[in-house]
């Protein structure tokens, strides 16, 4: 995860907000799967605050699930 510099819009199709964050594809695909398309670039995704928050959110219960699925 990392700042972006300004500019880079949101990657999220159909969002037209500027992005304050990125994170890789392969955790951006937690998005995906809600419903949302995502436009990466180099396996990085932009997103709006907005997204992020999001992200977030759906991160932390995925976390839960992949910590299960390690030790199983
Ligand atoms: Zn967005």
């Known amino acids: 995860m990392g700042k972006v510099r300004k500019g880079q819009k949101c990657s999220v199709n159909g969002c037209e907000n500027t992005s304050s964050h990125s994170v890789s594809y392969v955790e951006a695909r937690v998005l995906e799967e809600k419903g949302l398309k995502l436009s990466p670039l180099r396996n990085r995704v932009y997103l709006c605050d907005e997204h992020y928050k999001l992200f ?6 995925i976390e839960k699930y992949e910590k299960w699925r390690i030790r199983g």
Do not use: D, E, H, M
């Open 56 to 61: 977030k959110k759906l991160r932390k219960k």
